[in-house]
């Protein structure tokens, strides 16, 4: 049967036990460096900690590894990676080419999206020199996934849900080009979140303050039978630098979904045990969203959120008036309001208003401040227009998600036996797993049998807060006895132990040769690589020449060339998204300028590949 594996984020142990006990099979978290988000590092000994947990229920944990290398900085990659390994980490999720040419422990690494994954070719290479999972790029369809799985066996993983980065990952250098914070070495600023304006060739502006370059979020939820048989089998969630009530949310929600799908198809299976019961009815609209998208994965549609790169969370209804802080709403069916409620909507401008319900009365909403609605414009702001109304705080759901702990649970036979001397209480996880404990007791015979079984029984299936549930328990006694609830308690809690113990003991991570990635091989796709290669050290400048390529330019971090370079290649075309698309206007597809505060760069349209380039000027 087929792996199905649930893959959460974790910004640091709590977010990350959340999303185990939320119904996780794996989640990736960083660790005190080079992790691909500045912002989120943790120390090798949460990574433990993680790891542990994670091991009881068969899940896993990847360690990103994922920033571009310096020279100076190889050797203490190499340190941490092996820090990682002993810490317990399942895989190392990496970008530079220069950790299969070290000393690296026997970890599994993977291929990170930003090695921008898009074709057959490049996976069959990634997995011919040794990568045992390939993070696909987010823009591909439907069939060109399953090319890519038609022409390779190793494991393949999608990101399913969360934040988009406009551009293919790994091929965006706009924040580096900006303010000298590079996204491939984990400082991206976002300046594709930032309001741009839209100039032709001679300056003149077609649109004005906008966020040109923000896009929705991506949700493939509807997607993801489909995406299975693709050729997908590691569904990931973005956001690690997301709280602990988002990963709770989106992560339910997954499980749900896949599991439904798991539940009916006898070919697949989860990639862990443990079925969890959050407190909570997820809902992808109540988290943090700018919209959402399946992006590309079957043909171009509308992707981008130029009006705000906040979240606007769940539609809710319409407004009918504003009056200062009254607003007088029609709500959808089952809508119901509350004190603390945050509420949003565009206003005349296409900004983005808020406020907090101080009260409801009826379909009146009384706002915690004045309701923001531009001077003299007042009166006629909701003449001839639907305004729609959101809620992107939903203050009694989200009190039920901050109070979930995922209650995750491994379903136990246990089995009750009396032995020579005392008891012995044994427990059983499927047909692999099982361990046991004997205590030393008096054992006297049951004044009143039926009861004191009873009792045993019932204090038997009591396993309160622990990680395991009762599938059934089976007493084998020679006599019935009456057993004190103290001697009973005391053997499940060693049983506990144990068995927790037994779990992490046998949890298997796949190893690697340690010393045979770099002698794998396989010539690389081509013979020649430009910056956006990212080849910022000696080590990785070797691994491709031992494949093929015959020149290499430095990447961008570590040397800037002159002229014009290509500072992000994007499928989202800004021509399309404002009705200028050249195939439905029959106009030449002529570059287009974005600027702001931070400068002024060109946009080329590739027309026949449908993807647009923004060009910067050295």
Not at 380 to 386: A, K, P, S, V
Request: charged residues 25%; contains cysteine; proline residues 3%.
């Amino acid at each position: 049967m087929t792996k199905i594996e649930l893959l959460s984020p974790a910004k640091n142990l709590e977010v990350g036990i959340a999303a185990i006990n939320h119904g996780a099979d794996a989640v990736y978290i960083g660790g005190p460096g080079f992790g691909a988000r500045e912002k989120a590092g943790n120390s090798i000994e949460d990574i433990a900690k993680l790891c542990r947990h994670a091991a009881i229920y068969g899940a896993k944990v990847y360690v990103t590894l994922n920033t571009l290398l310096f020279d100076n900085e190889l050797e203490q990659a190499r340190r941490l990676a092996w820090d990682c390994y002993l810490a317990g980490a399942d895989a190392l999720i990496v970008q530079d080419m220069a950790l299969l040419m070290m000393d690296m422990p026997p970890i599994a690494l993977y291929a990170s999206t930003q090695c921008h994954n898009t074709t057959a070719e490049k996976v069959k290479f990634l997995e011919d020199v040794g990568f045992k999972q390939v993070v696909l790029a987010r823009e591909l369809t439907i069939d060109e996934i399953k090319d890519i799985r038609s022409k390779t066996t190793v494991p393949l993983e999608f990101f399913v849900h969360g934040a988009l980065c406009v551009s293919y990952s790994g091929q965006c250098y706009l924040s580096h080009v900006i303010g000298h914070r590079s996204a491939n070495r984990g400082a991206c600023a976002q300046p594709c979140r930032l309001k741009w304006n839209l100039e032709d060739e001679n300056g003149n502006t077609l649109i004005a303050n906008r966020h040109l370059l923000s896009l929705r979020d991506m949700n493939n939820s509807k997607n993801l039978e489909e995406l299975i048989d693709a050729g997908i089998t590691s569904f990931k969630i973005e956001g690690r630098l997301k709280d602990a009530d988002y990963v709770k949310n989106t992560t339910a929600f997954y499980r749900k979904a896949l599991d439904e799908i798991i539940s009916r198809r006898p070919d697949l299976e989860r990639a862990s045990q443990g079925v969890s019961t959050p407190s909570f009815i997820p809902n992808l609209e109540k988290s943090f969203s700018r919209g959402f998208t399946d992006y590309f994965l079957h043909g171009r549609q509308k992707i981008d959120s130029p009006f705000t790169p906040k979240s606007m969370g769940e539609h809710i209804g319409t407004i009918k008036k504003i009056d200062g802080k009254r607003m007088t709403v029609n709500l959808l069916k089952g809508v119901e309001l509350h004190n603390g409620d945050g509420l949003c909507f565009l206003d005349e401008n296409n900004e983005l208003q808020g406020f907090n319900v101080n009260g409801v009365d009826g379909n009146v909403v009384l706002a915690s401040s004045v309701i923001p609605v531009v001077g003299t414009r007042r009166a006629t702001f909701l003449q001839n227009r639907i305004v729609t109304l959101y809620r992107n705080f939903d203050i009694l759901w989200q009190r039920s998600v901050d109070a979930s702990d995922g209650n995750r649970k491994i379903a136990i036979k246990l089995q009750a036996v009396d032995i020579p001397n005392g008891l012995k209480l044994s427990a059983f996880i499927g047909n692999d797993i099982s361990a046991s404990i004997e205590m030393n007791c008096q054992k006297d015979i049951a004044k009143n049998p039926e009861k004191s079984l009873e009792n045993i029984r019932t204090k038997l299936s009591q396993w309160g807060d622990t990680k395991f549930k009762i599938e059934s328990i089976d007493i084998d006694f020679k006599e019935v006895y009456f057993i004190p609830n103290s001697i009973l308690g005391e053997l499940k809690r060693q049983l506990v132990a144990k068995l927790e113990e037994t779990l992490v003991g046998n949890h298997r991570r796949s190893t690697v040769e340690t010393n045979g990635r770099s002698s794998l091989q396989s010539d690389y796709p081509n013979t020649t690589l430009s910056f956006s290669a990212n080849v910022t050290n000696s080590l990785s400048r070797q691994f491709y020449e031992n494949h093929g390529v015959t020149h290499i330019d430095d990447g961008l971090e570590k040397s800037m060339p002159e002229g014009e370079i290509t500072v992000m290649t994007t499928k989202h075309c800004i021509r399309y998204a404002n009705g200028m698309c050249a195939k439905d206007t029959g106009k030449p597809a002529t570059p287009l300028y974005i600027s702001n505060q931070h400068g002024r760069f060109r946009l080329d349209f590739d027309c026949k590949n449908c993807q647009m380039k923004v060009i910067y000027k050295n």
